[in-house]
């Protein structure tokens, strides 16, 4: 079974990440939330217009 | 007319032929287009491309097993009433003359170290004498092909590589320009990402008949639902786009060169016909007239070919772009680029700066190993790529650059941040995984909201694109 990191032995150390943990996590602003909704959205549509025209277009 | 009675029926293997000589790239031109004055332009391009590249030696297999025309043979061509040879001459070009050891049996010469330019096989079909071609790209766009590969074969032993964008020119009977068109992006990801290899017919068979309308064979030509479908079935189920149907402010460009940039040649119907996009330029850059000109290979003229403005182009209008993607990159570019683009703003706000209105943003796919063993390469901090390169990520990301247009222009390191999505994640979860300013460094816990960060000790400078960095 694996052990807890604090229950280690002294010749397991945790690799460093890089960095320091954030206390205040970066976050989308609900204006943020609310274009980007409205513009997925707009892609979705534009996505399934193509798969409704694309039936009828040839290429050869 | 070419005499298919005495395509095979000799026993040399094989010619060379000294191009610097008068006449010799008409001779090639005659055996091939039969000495006719309606000889195909597809063998012009070809022959004068590899001219231009400075070829000055071709050396021709009069009996070369193609896989690809065997397999067009096997399906079609053994079929027919007339009779057509099951092998190939596969026409090798090199920059250097062969004057050296052509007779010598003791010391002959060494094809590897005359400049290999590629190859272009010519199948024993009049009406479609060019099949399956690899050539280095003319000089002056190969910087701006950003779907090349490398290809090795052999010849007499000799291990011989070119790089270049694998080009294939339909035969009009078992496949048409959708068909070649889809064989160019899967032998592009065969060469370069390790795909399967597909031969002509698992293109066509890929193809639902089913949808379509009349006999598949000789084949109409696919709807662009086939044509989808037809690269899910080669296990590259692509991303199709009305290009009437833009939103907001996508443009045609954007959206292609998202792709492009990425490595993932670009297929697009226009005027009842598909070719595909391998890369582009940018001219008269910083000025109002700014265009994007594409390069593309099209399966009726040639490879290589410039499009001066897509606008304008023979086949307008482009209708649609069908862009074959690996199965797990689940988020497409524009979404990818949308998310990314309000993160990037976000993540500069939280440092104090703003993303000035000579910044755009650029999109790339690359997996995240590349990406994160080019950190340094191109300028990030080692301390803030440490932090990168430490941090769990999906298999296949994009990185969504803040560019410095003005930067750009001056062909100087341009990218003042950028902000990485996990490919896989859900449409509806706004997640990243990473984002860099010029001011620090965050990393994304995946499955919460907890996030680490690297500051830097003074603003980043501009580093380089993460596409040029690899090669694209």
């Known amino acids: 079974m694996l052990s807890e990191p604090a229950d280690a032995p002294n010749f397991v150390r945790e690799l460093y990440s ?29 996505r399934a217009a193509a798969v409704v025209s694309g039936r009828t277009y040839l290429v050869r | 007319m070419v005499d298919l009675t005495r395509w095979s029926l000799t026993d040399r293997t094989s010619s060379v032929v000294d191009l610097r000589q008068p006449g010799a790239l008409e001779y090639l031109r005659d055996q091939y287009g039969g ?33 690809d025309y065997r ?27 062969a004057e050296q050891g052509l007779d010598d049996p003791d010391t ?4 590897a170290t005359l400049g290999y330019l590629g190859y272009a096989i010519m199948r024993p079909v009049p009406g479609a004498p060019v099949g399956r071609v690899m050539l280095k790209a003319p000089y002056a766009l190969e910087d701006h092909i950003t779907c090349q590969s490398i290809e090795t074969v052999h010849l007499f032993g000799e291990a011989l590589s070119v790089r270049g964008t694998p080009f294939m020119a339909q035969d009009a009977q078992l496949a048409r320009c959708a068909h070649a068109a889809l064989w160019v992006a899967s032998r592009h990801h065969h060469l370069f990402w390790g795909t399967p290899k597909h031969l002509p017919t698992a293109v066509v068979d890929a193809a639902p008949a089913g949808i ?48 492009l940039n990425s490595g993932f040649p670009v297929i697009i119907g226009g005027g009842g016909h598909a070719f595909v996009l391998i890369g582009y330029r940018r001219v008269d850059a910083g000025t109002p007239d700014e265009r994007i000109e594409f390069i593309r290979h099209d ?26 993607l690996p199965p797990k990159l689940y988020v497409p570019g524009d979404r990818a680029e949308a998310i990314g683009r309000r993160w990037a703003r976000s993540a500069f706000a939280a440092d104090g700066e703003f993303i000035h209105t000579r910044y755009t943003f650029r999109s790339t796919a690359v997996t995240s190993n590349t990406y994160k063993e080019h950190l340094v390469v191109r300028g990030v901090p080692v301390d803030q790529a440490t932090l990168l390169r430490r941090a769990p990520m999906s298999r296949w990301v994009w990185v969504v650059e803040v560019v410095d247009r003005d930067l750009r222009d001056k062909s100087a390191p341009y990218v003042i941040g950028e902000v990485v999505l996990d490919a896989t994640d859900h449409d509806r979860d706004f997640k990243i995984l990473a984002s860099r300013t010029p001011q620090s460094t965050r990393v994304h816990r995946p499955e919460s909201t907890s996030q680490i960060i690297a500051r830097s000790s003074s603003p980043t400078a501009p580093v380089a694109t993460v596409s040029r960095s690899i090669g694209r």
């Not at chain 1, 954030?22 to 204006?31: F, G, I, K, W």
């Open chain 2, 212 to 259: 379509g309308m009349g006999r598949q064979l000789p084949s109409p030509g696919l709807a662009i639902t086939q044509l989808s479908a037809a690269a899910s079935g080669l296990g590259l189920p692509p991303v199709v786009h009305d290009l009437e149907w833009l939103t907001g402010s996508e443009t045609v460009a954007r959206l292609v060169c998202r792709y």
């Open chain 2, 71 to 97: 397999d067009e043979h096997s399906r079609f061509y053994s079929t027919t009433f007339r009779r057509y040879p099951s092998v190939t001459h596969r026409v090798h070009f090199f920059s250097e003359p």
């Open chain 1, 18 to 46: 890089g960095g320091v943990e954030v206390t205040e996590p970066l976050a989308l602003d609900a204006d943020a939330v609310r274009e980007l909704t409205v513009e997925l959205r707009a892609l979705e549509d534009a």
């Open chain 2, 108 to 111: 002959p010469v060494e094809f």
């Open chain 2, 35 to 67: 000495n006719s004055p309606d000889v195909p332009d597809i063998l012009q391009q070809v022959l004068g491309q590899a001219y231009g590249l400075g070829a000055q030696t071709a050396v021709v297999e009069y009996r070369y097993l193609d896989a």
């Open chain 2, 299 to 324: 399966d009726e003229v040639g490879p290589y070919q410039v499009v001066a403005d897509w606008k304008f182009d023979a086949y307008r209008p482009w209708k649609y772009l069908i862009v074959p």
